[in-house]
């Protein structure tokens, strides 16, 4: 492992533990109808982290769908999930447990947060109405999130890898505008079918704010 995985491992292993210890676990337990929202969340992130294209081994892309995993969840709970499917894809070889640390920090704080910090916003200052809810909070943060964490690794691959910049840039960084505008339209997809037939499964949604006297 080199200085920066070492690190990314360490600082990966201390935010992770605050999140757990502020998490109520119990929840997953006692809750059932929660229980069967996380593992299918996770489930789904799961199988979409595992289509991936690429021409270069490391610089390979997917579907992140981590705009509506923290939406659905809650950032302690999208965290524990993306967590938990980052293990499993790096137990069955799709990524080096050397990177597990990096991966945590900028494939999975990183976008999980900035969605976070943009529902926030939103939610304090614009106007609450499902309409923001939808684009603000789930189809502009899909795009940004992603493009986001592409920028982010190719940083790392240009610090700490032997990859030079214009195979980073022609393989990897060159592929932002093919999964903006999808893994936009897919977060907000997604958000939108759940608001309109199952509005109680999103953490982040509440008829009140949102609908109730619009």
Same mark, same amino acid.
């Given at each position: ?75 302690? +709970?999208?965290? %524990?999930?993306?967590?938990? =499917? @980052? #293990? ?6 799709? /990524?080096? &447990? ?66 030079? +910049?214009?195979? %980073?840039?022609?393989?990897? =960084? @060159? #592929? ?6 999808? /893994?936009? &339209? ?29």
């Amino acid at each position: 492992m080199t200085e920066l995985q070492i690190i990314g491992a360490i600082a990966s292993f201390i935010g992770l533990a605050i999140i757990i210890k502020n998490t109520n676990l119990r929840q997953l337990v006692d809750d059932s109808a929660f229980q069967h929202r996380f593992f299918g969340a996770s489930a789904a992130v799961f199988v979409l982290w595992i289509f991936r294209v690429g021409i270069v081994d490391e610089l390979q892309v997917h579907f992140i769908w981590l705009t509506s995993l923290a939406l659905i969840l809650g950032f302690r +709970w999208a965290m %524990i999930s993306s967590s938990l =499917v @980052l #293990l499993g894809i790096t137990v069955v070889g799709y /990524e080096k &447990f050397s990177m597990l640390g990096i991966n945590w920090l900028l494939g999975t704080l990183l976008p999980i947060s900035v969605t976070y910090a943009i529902f926030s916003w939103s939610f304090h200052k614009l106007p609450r109405n499902v309409f923001v809810y939808i684009f603000v909070c789930a189809f502009f943060p899909g795009a940004i999130t992603v493009s986001l964490k592409i920028i982010a690794m190719a940083g790392y691959f240009q610090l700490d890898t032997n990859l030079g +910049w214009d195979v %980073i840039f022609q393989n990897y =960084v @060159l #592929l932002i505008p093919l999964l903006l505008f999808s /893994e936009a &339209f897919f977060n907000g997809f997604t958000i939108t079918s759940l608001v309109v037939n199952k509005p109680e499964w999103v953490y982040t949604f509440h008829d009140k704010f949102y609908i109730d006297g619009k």
